[in-house]
């Protein structure tokens, strides 16, 4: 088994990896004794731990892995009988056999999945009447169901896209893969060049820039509020060194920043304040993460000493307290450098390239992180629906400063390919959002912008264009 | 400039993408003394494009102006020249997340064709990957090749000049991945598995006919691939207008005074162009196991 150079596709712990059982994946980390909940199946993954990526788990009785010896092909009856319709098939609500409690019982005594398969298919008086395509989707309805295995799978873009767009939209703005597909190839992601992100998809579009520039060029995100969500990222399970390459801003010191004023803001105690309150925020330590975040908190630990010795309990609790400000400073001052490293790349105001994908309203966004861009460089939004989208359309024709502009979305639709049975399946997405994309442009140095600056060069049938402003 | 490097400026021997308007881009070879004659009258590289920015705005001799954009694998399929049907951008994204790209990848690709889909590849898979590509139109495969070298990413590509359902594409247990565009997929289906790695990969076969689709998937299924799913991406465009929508003239009201003469209300909205591309060609991925 341990051939060479398989290493990196075996599985090892803390790992983040990605859950699968038919069309539906969920992420976890590989940890020791960790219990998971899966498709209303528990186990352990301990024993995952050594194996190969894409290999399918067995999951017996306490929770434990193993790996399918071989994939069972084929299906589990070889009686080939079958009927040529329905005519006789009456739905009297009997054609079964046994009874839930019988399926109960034989879950109970450890039967495989396919082995109840197999005693449904045998307890059932009209499967030898079904048509071969009828026998065909019971058996793959009932494997769904009763199937108890797991297939371990490395993280990607494609898979933890698909995996957010099926398990939690709401917390990606509805965003689906295929539109994620577009924004990455119309952004131009590639390695080695400088792209801003501003998201609130819980860090799966950064992810996937990340990937994409597989290293090689720096990232900066550009975050609202106490501190940058990357839930999305760590499930990806990138190498340390991509992390070197990613760094993060604060929204809230754009303007500074643009003003060429940061400096001052940063050293101004109420930014201090904020940022100390964020650091806070990051511990992640529930039941005290709501007290730190509030400013009470903050004063109560500055007069930390007076309320010091007064019993045991609250000492500990007080050196607790103190260890974390510590902590916390310490953290403080990271932050700071990390705030003037990204703010280094920003000021050149020469990134590459913006992709936008958030729960704000995209206008004011848009407009503001347009100006560290150079010239040339590709820029795409998103937004769940497509009237802000029309408003970045007109701001950006009224100001100038941007070509190829293309406000757009995608259908995607999946089709059921199997001999004598293709046919789109019946059930597709309705919606996966819409994309605002186009090219910057050098500002124009002999004349300000004017209001009615058309992007073409005076064409004739102007009229028939789109209108502006 | 380079189809995987952003530069600032234009330098002689660059490809520079000439935007003329919203739905007219020319690819221009940047040459010393070269003239490109345009709508808007000429341009001249030396002085108009060379030293410039990326991104600046040209005038031209008749007073009207272009902007020179610096090259991407987008701008390139819409400005590039035909030699054959090609694919665009929106099944080119489908296609480059499903099939997983990402710096390092290797990919085997045929036909090459016209080239539209291999510079996204180059694109993603530079500075580390490679991509075989292959063609069996002698002519095409040298063509391509010349602008590889032209875009700077000849370093990240081997084209070779063969029948890829015949002599496969030259290598084997190397590719991550594998697309195939050529009119009987089902006949490469076993190359692919060939040329990919043997801890599996993944692979897509791009056909515009169903029954194309249908044997593929057979041939897969066949070959011992996995997950094996069709799909179709279909783009739409949104025209941003405004438009007015006139009220009605109900006659004297006698509750109010005044009857509005020339009523009407104008609205933001998009428009669906007249007629859009219904129909690209089906997308079939599938996944190799491990062997």
Same mark, same amino acid.
């Not at chain 1, 082995?115 to 048509?131: A, C, G, P, Y």
């Not at chain 1, 371990?152 to 698909?162: G, Q, T």
């Given at each position: 088994?341990?051939?060479?150079?398989?290493?990196?596709?075996?599985?090892?712990?803390?790992?983040?990896?990605?859950?699968?059982?038919?069309?539906?994946?969920?992420?976890?980390?590989?940890?020791?004794?960790?219990?998971?909940?899966?498709?209303?199946?528990?186990?352990?993954?301990?024993?995952?731990?050594?194996?190969?990526?894409?290999?399918?788990?067995?999951?017996?009785?306490?929770?434990?892995?193993?790996?399918?010896?071989?994939?069972?092909?084929?299906?589990?009856?070889?009686?080939?009988?079958?009927?040529?319709?329905?005519?006789?098939?009456?739905?009297?609500?009997?054609?079964?056999?046994?009874?839930?409690?019988?399926? =109960?019982?034989?879950?109970?005594?450890?039967?495989?999945?396919?082995?109840?398969?197999?005693?449904?298919?045998?307890?059932?008086?009209?499967?030898?009447?079904?048509?071969?395509?009828?026998?065909?989707?019971?058996?793959?309805?009932?494997?769904?169901?009763?199937?108890?295995?797991?297939?371990?799978?490395?993280?990607?873009?494609?898979?933890?896209?698909?995996?957010?767009?099926?398990?939690?939209?709401?917390?990606?703005?509805?965003?689906?893969?295929?539109?994620?597909?577009?924004?990455?190839?119309?952004?131009?992601?590639?390695?080695?060049?400088?792209?801003?992100?501003?998201?609130?998809?819980?860090?799966?579009?950064?992810?996937?820039?990340?990937?994409?520039?597989?290293?090689?060029?720096?990232?900066?995100?550009?975050?609202?509020?106490?501190?940058?969500?990357?839930?999305?990222?760590?499930?990806?399970?990138?190498?340390?060194?991509?992390?070197?390459?990613?760094?993060?801003?604060?929204?809230?010191?754009?303007?500074?920043?643009?003003?060429?004023?940061?400096?001052?803001?940063?050293?101004?105690?109420?930014?201090?304040?904020?940022?100390?309150?964020?650091?806070? =925020?990051?511990?992640?330590?529930?039941?005290?993460?709501?007290?730190?975040?509030?400013?009470?908190?903050?004063?109560?630990?500055?007069?930390?000493?007076?309320?010091?010795?007064?019993?045991?309990?609250?000492?500990?609790? =007080?050196?607790?307290?103190?260890?974390?400000?510590?902590?916390?400073?310490?953290?403080?001052?990271?932050?700071?450098?990390?705030?003037?490293?990204?703010?280094?790349?920003?000021?050149?105001?020469?990134?590459?390239?913006?992709?936008?994908?958030?729960?704000?309203?995209?206008?004011?966004?848009?407009?503001?992180?347009?100006?560290?861009?150079?010239?040339?460089?590709?820029?795409?939004?998103?937004?769940?629906?497509?009237?802000?989208?029309?408003?970045?359309?007109?701001?950006?024709?009224?100001?100038?400063?941007?070509?190829?502009?293309?406000?757009?979305?995608?259908?995607?639709?999946?089709?059921?390919?199997?001999?004598?049975?293709?046919?789109?399946?019946?059930?597709?997405?309705?919606?996966?959002?819409?994309?605002?994309?186009?090219?910057?442009?050098?500002?124009?140095?002999?004349?300000?912008?004017?209001?009615?600056?058309?992007?073409?060069?005076?064409?004739?049938?102007?009229?028939?264009?789109?209108?502006?402003? | 400039?380079?189809?995987?490097?952003?530069?600032?400026?234009?330098?002689?021997?660059?490809?520079?993408?000439?935007?003329?308007?919203?739905?007219?881009?020319?690819?221009?070879?940047?040459?010393?003394?070269?003239?490109?004659?345009?709508?808007?009258?000429?341009?001249?590289?030396?002085?108009?494009?060379?030293?410039?920015?990326?991104?600046?705005?040209?005038?031209?001799?008749?007073?009207?102006?272009?902007?020179?954009?610096?090259?991407?694998?987008?701008?390139?399929?819409?400005?590039?020249?035909?030699?054959?049907?090609?694919?665009?951008?929106?099944?080119?994204?489908?296609?480059?997340?499903?099939?997983?790209?990402?710096?390092?990848?290797?990919?085997?690709?045929?036909?090459?064709?016209?080239?539209?889909?291999?510079?996204?590849?180059?694109?993603?898979?530079?500075?580390?990957?490679?991509?075989?590509?292959?063609?069996?139109?002698?002519?095409?495969?040298?063509?391509?090749?010349?602008?590889?070298?032209?875009?700077?990413?000849?370093?990240?590509?081997?084209?070779?000049?063969?029948?890829?359902?015949?002599?496969?594409?030259?290598?084997?247990?190397?590719?991550?991945?594998?697309?195939?565009?050529?009119?009987?997929?089902?006949?490469?289906?076993?190359?692919?598995?060939?040329?990919?790695?043997?801890?599996?990969?993944?692979?897509?076969?791009?056909?515009?006919?169903?029954?194309?689709?249908?044997?593929?998937?057979?041939?897969?299924?066949?070959?011992?691939?996995?997950?094996?799913?069709?799909?179709?991406?279909?783009?739409?465009?949104?025209?941003?207008?405004?438009?007015?929508?006139?009220?009605?003239?109900?006659?004297?009201?006698?509750?109010?005074?005044?009857?509005?003469?020339?009523?009407?209300?104008?609205?933001?909205?998009?428009?669906?162009?007249?007629?859009?591309?219904?129909?690209?060609?089906?997308?079939?991925?599938?996944?190799?196991?491990?062997?």
């Amino acid at each position: 088994m341990a051939d060479n150079g398989d290493d990196q596709y075996r599985i090892n712990e803390g790992d983040y990896v990605v859950l699968k059982r038919g069309d539906i994946f969920k992420a976890v980390q590989i940890l020791p004794k960790k219990k998971v909940i899966f498709e209303k199946q528990w186990f352990f993954l301990d024993n995952a731990v050594g194996n190969l990526y894409s290999t399918t788990f067995e999951i017996s009785s306490g929770g434990i892995l193993q790996p399918q010896k071989q994939k069972e092909t084929g299906n589990p009856s070889d009686l080939k009988e079958a009927g040529t319709d329905n005519r006789h098939i009456v739905d009297d609500g009997k054609s079964q056999k046994l009874t839930r409690d019988d399926i =109960e019982t034989l879950k109970e005594q450890g039967l495989k999945g396919q082995e109840i398969i197999q005693q449904l298919i045998e307890n059932s008086s009209t499967f030898r009447d079904k048509t071969e395509y009828a026998q065909d989707k019971y058996i793959k309805k009932k494997k769904k169901k009763y199937e108890n295995t797991v297939t371990i799978l490395k993280p990607s873009c494609r898979i933890l896209a698909m995996m957010y767009h099926g398990r939690e939209p709401g917390k990606i703005c509805h965003l689906r893969y295929d539109t994620l597909a577009q924004m990455l190839t119309l952004a131009n992601i590639h390695a080695g060049s400088k792209v801003l992100v501003f998201e609130t998809c819980a860090g799966l579009v950064l992810g996937s820039v990340m990937e994409r520039m597989g290293g090689h060029g720096s990232v900066i995100q550009m975050y609202p509020g106490g501190g940058p969500v990357r839930a999305g990222v760590e499930s990806f399970g990138f190498p340390a060194h991509f992390h070197d390459t990613l760094h993060e801003f604060p929204i809230c010191h754009v303007n500074a920043l643009l003003a060429g004023a940061l400096d001052a803001a940063a050293k101004d105690p109420t930014a201090d304040e904020k940022q100390f309150g964020l650091a806070a =925020e990051e511990e992640q330590i529930p039941p005290e993460a709501e007290q730190q975040g509030s400013p009470e908190e903050q004063s109560m630990e500055t007069n930390t000493e007076d309320d010091a010795g007064q019993d045991q309990e609250k000492i500990e609790k =007080e050196k607790r307290r103190e260890a974390k400000a510590q902590e916390k400073k310490v953290k403080l001052e990271e932050k700071q450098k990390k705030l003037a490293a990204a703010a280094a790349l920003l000021e050149g105001r020469n990134a590459d390239g913006l992709v936008i994908a958030s729960r704000f309203h995209p206008c004011p966004v848009l407009m503001t992180l347009l100006r560290f861009l150079s010239p040339s460089r590709p820029f795409v939004v998103y937004s769940q629906y497509k009237e802000p989208l029309i408003e970045c359309y007109t701001k950006l024709r009224e100001v100038g400063g941007t070509v190829n502009l293309r406000l757009t979305d995608t259908w995607l639709r999946h089709y059921q390919v199997l001999p004598n049975r293709t046919h789109p399946v019946l059930l597709m997405s309705g919606g996966g959002g819409y994309l605002l994309s186009g090219t910057t442009i050098a500002a124009d140095r002999s004349k300000p912008a004017a209001p009615q600056q058309s992007e073409e060069p005076a064409p004739k049938r102007q009229k028939l264009k789109d209108t502006e402003g | 400039m380079s189809f995987v490097e952003y530069s600032d400026c234009i330098q002689d021997g660059d490809v520079a993408i000439v935007y003329l308007n919203h739905n007219s881009v020319m690819p221009v070879k940047v040459q010393h003394g070269a003239q490109t004659q345009t709508r808007y009258g000429v341009i001249r590289h030396s002085s108009d494009l060379i030293g410039q920015r990326y991104g600046s705005k040209v005038t031209c001799s008749k007073g009207g102006w272009v902007y020179v954009l610096h090259p991407t694998p987008e701008l390139w399929t819409v400005a590039l020249p035909h030699r054959t049907q090609i694919l665009y951008t929106t099944d080119i994204a489908t296609i480059t997340m499903m099939l997983e790209l990402k710096p390092g990848s290797v990919v085997c690709e045929s036909g090459t064709g016209s080239g539209s889909l291999s510079h996204a590849i180059l694109r993603t898979i530079a500075p580390t990957g490679h991509l075989h590509t292959v063609e069996f139109h002698q002519q095409r495969a040298e063509k391509v090749q010349e602008e590889f070298t032209e875009h700077r990413v000849a370093h990240l590509v081997t084209v070779r000049n063969q029948d890829v359902c015949k002599d496969g594409f030259g290598v084997s247990g190397v590719a991550d991945a594998v697309f195939l565009d050529i009119p009987s997929p089902w006949e490469a289906v076993g190359h692919a598995r060939a040329a990919m790695k043997r801890q599996g990969g993944r692979l897509c076969s791009f056909s515009p006919c169903i029954e194309q689709v249908q044997r593929t998937c057979q041939a897969l299924v066949d070959q011992g691939f996995e997950e094996i799913s069709t799909l179709e991406v279909l783009l739409r465009v949104h025209d941003v207008r405004t438009v007015s929508l006139p009220l009605p003239d109900f006659g004297p009201d006698s509750r109010t005074e005044t009857s509005p003469n020339h009523a009407a209300i104008s609205l933001k909205t998009t428009t669906a162009p007249r007629e859009m591309p219904g129909h690209t060609g089906y997308l079939t991925f599938a996944t190799k196991p491990r062997t």
